[in-house]
Nanobody, 123 residues
Framework: VQLQASGGGLVQAGGSLRLSCAASGRAFSSGAMGWFRQAPGKEREFVAAISWRSDITGYVDSVKGRFTISRDNAKNTVYLQMNSLKPEDTAVYYC?????????????????WGQGTQVTVSS
C-alpha cells in the first residue's frame, strides 16, 4: 500500500499548482481520500477530503473557493487544484487514505499517508 504525492513547488502569490496523489493497492479501494498540510512549527492541518464516489467534499475554511479536490478512480489518483495561492499556504502537503467511504477532518481517521510534497508560495 503506497501513496505517492507530487506536484509541489515554488510559486508566486496568486499563482496555481495542482497536486497529485497516486495510490496503489488497497489504499484506494472504496475509500475516501484527504489532503493535509503542515507548516514549520505547526500542527498538521486538514485541507480537503473527498468521498469514494466524489459526491461529498469538504474543505477547511481558509481554502474554500480557492482549492478543489477531485479524484479519478480509474487512475487511482486524487488531485488538489490550488488557485490564488497565498504565502500562508506554504507547507508540506500530504495525501491520506481511509477505508471509510466518507472522509474526515481528523487525521487519526486515515490509515495510509503519502510522503508529502513541499509547496512554497512567495510574496
Amino acid at each position: 500500500v503506497q501513496l505517492q504525492a507530487s506536484g509541489g513547488g515554488l510559486v508566486q502569490a496568486g499563482g496555481s499548482l495542482r497536486l497529485s496523489c497516486a495510490a496503489s493497492g488497497r489504499a484506494f479501494s472504496s475509500g475516501a481520500m484527504g489532503w493535509f498540510r503542515q507548516a514549520p512549527g505547526k500542527e498538521r492541518e486538514f485541507v480537503a477530503a473527498i468521498s469514494w464516489r466524489s459526491d461529498i467534499t469538504g474543505y477547511v475554511d481558509s481554502v474554500k473557493g480557492r482549492f478543489t479536490i477531485s479524484r479519478d478512480n480509474a487512475k487511482n489518483t486524487v488531485y488538489l487544484q490550488m488557485n490564488s495561492l497565498k504565502p500562508e499556504d506554504t507547507a508540506v502537503y500530504y495525501c491520506a487514505a481511509t477505508s471509510s467511504v466518507v472522509g474526515s477532518r481528523n487525521p487519526g481517521r486515515y490509515d495510509y499517508w503519502g510522503q508529502g510534497t513541499q509547496v512554497t508560495v512567495s510574496s
